[in-house]
């Protein structure tokens, strides 16, 4: 029998909380409490940062977390990377665990390789690790694992196994990552699934981008819940697993009964996963109390929304339709992790709805002025979609540029961003904002909401894994 996401959340607290002791603490927002230099919480380590540098500040000295992130800005950016690879996501769950000065690189690697080939039986034979090139410690540690041999231990360079949380200062180190072997050589490069991060918190980077070495060193890891469950459930991709399933079963009948044609076959076409995952992310958000806007995370929201509609639009809805998926999101959660997504549910689902009317109307007439684009060249041939055609979908008919790209490359155009900057600029001079109609509704009702004290500001409210408590 294979293992469920849910049994997969249990099995992984109760063996740092059980088995060695750990704290469980409950994911924090995916806002971010008092850190400018971040859009959104992006790894379980965000809500810790500070022990890292001061561990004596930390109320406990080992933590377990399952920590809702979010990739969809800044240094982690995973938004052009869903629907399209096996294991990128905008939402995502992290399951971590953490040590602020209590055990270091030896029992970290230990715990990750006993809980991946003991607790959940993951055969050792399909499983590869990476170290930093400079970090022999970490691979003498990992040679002397069971089951490990030389030729799987695979020294690298700083670009992927140096962690760091954003540009900015803040904590960082040597990581070691635990792969898993997919088998399919088909896939090149993809054929290894990277499913654990140990990273190593030795330095602090500065201000002024300098290393500090920090007092002791940490551990801080993460594991992806989605990549895990595809690899316990035995799928090519993470969209193949329990997690999504009755969201596109959900797509599915919507889409039978608007009487578009749909196929069980989620693969053919990036626009159902686009949709699935951007719903779990708008729904995530605003539950978080973001509201759409014109800027910062509420513009990062609007784009995930209007990404997904347009998404929609291309499988054949020509009405709103995110809301009807709302209750097989859910469904997805029926294990009561999330029990704030059905208590929040009318809120979540009103902005989603606004939102989704204010662009319906306005969607088909953007693409409408963009099709005929691609039927023509210019002059020298190139496949540049004209920077004042750019321009008006984002500011007559509210397309984010990251949306118009997105179209353009399905074509294998491109979009000339820098003369679109020139027009959005020379706008800003002129001082005319955009779209405003739409968006202050969204943002009237937000006010409302505020003063009804509806969305709770920046607390995490995870229920607690090991006593089912919520807060
Ligand atoms: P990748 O190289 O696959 O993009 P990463 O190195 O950027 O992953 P880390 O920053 O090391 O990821 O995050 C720790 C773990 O979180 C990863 O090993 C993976 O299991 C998971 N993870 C990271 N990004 C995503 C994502 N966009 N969607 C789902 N899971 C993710
Ligand atoms: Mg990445
Ligand atoms: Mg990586
Ligand atoms: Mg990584």
């Given at each position: 029998r294979q293992m469920t996401t849910p049994e997969l959340r249990r099995d992984f607290t109760e063996f740092f909380v059980?088995?060695?002791?750990h704290t469980s603490v409950k994911s924090s927002s995916l806002i971010p409490h008092n850190d400018k230099s971040l859009m959104f919480t992006n790894a379980g380590m965000v809500q810790f940062k500070e022990y890292f540098r001061n561990p004596a500040v930390a109320p406990f000295k080992q933590a377990t977390s399952i920590q809702k992130c979010m990739r969809a800005g800044g240094k982690h950016n995973d938004l052009d990377n869903v629907g399209y690879t096996p294991r990128h996501h905008t939402f995502f769950e992290m399951l971590g665990n953490f040590s602020f000065g209590e055990y270091s690189k030896s029992k970290a690697i230990q715990m990750a390789w006993r809980f991946l080939t003991e607790v959940i039986k993951l055969p050792k034979d399909r499983l590869r690790v990476t170290v930093l090139a400079s970090d022999q410690e970490s691979y003498e540690l990992w040679r002397d694992q069971e089951g490990v041999p030389e030729d799987r231990i695979i020294r690298s360079g700083a670009k992927d196994n140096f962690w760091t949380m954003g540009e900015g200062a803040g904590p960082c180190g040597p990581c070691t990552e635990i792969f898993w072997d997919t088998l399919n050589d088909d896939l090149g490069e993809d054929r290894w699934l990277e499913i654990w991060n140990l990273v190593f918190m030795q330095h602090y980077r500065n201000d002024q981008g300098e290393l500090e070495n920090l007092p002791i060193v940490c551990v801080d890891t993460g594991m992806g819940l989605e990549r895990l469950a595809a690899v316990v459930q035995n799928k090519e991709n993470n969209f193949e697993t329990d997690v999504f399933a009755p969201m596109f079963e959900g797509l599915h009948k919507i889409m039978t009964e608007a009487g578009i044609e749909s196929s069980r076959d989620i693969n053919a076409t990036p626009h159902k996963k686009i949709i699935v995952d951007h719903l779990r992310a708008m729904s995530f958000l605003i539950a978080d109390g973001v509201i759409p806007s014109n800027v910062g995370r509420g513009y990062v929201l609007r784009r995930i929304i209007r990404r997904a509609l347009r998404s929609g639009n291309q499988l054949g809805f020509t009405k709103p339709f995110m809301t009807e998926l709302y209750p097989y999101l859910l469904e997805s959660f029926n294990d009561g992790s999330y029990p704030d997504m059905e208590a929040r549910q009318d809120p979540i689902k009103d902005v989603i709805r606004q939102e989704e009317e204010i662009f319906m109307s306005t969607l088909s007439k953007g693409l409408a002025l963009l099709e005929p684009v691609f039927k023509q060249k210019d002059l020298s041939g190139a496949k540049q979609v004209p920077a004042d055609i750019a321009f008006k979908l984002y500011d007559t008919f509210g397309f984010p540029l990251d949306l118009t790209v997105l179209i353009a490359e399905e074509r294998e155009w491109t979009v000339d961003l820098v003369a679109v900057e020139a027009l959005k600029q020379k706008q800003r001079e002129q001082g005319r904002a955009s779209w405003k109609a739409g968006s202050s509704l969204v943002l009237a009702k937000a006010q409302e909401w505020k003063e009804q004290g509806i969305f709770p500001t920046f607390s995490g409210y995870h229920r607690d894994m090991l006593t089912g408590q919520s807060s």
């Open positions: 059980k088995e060695h002791g």
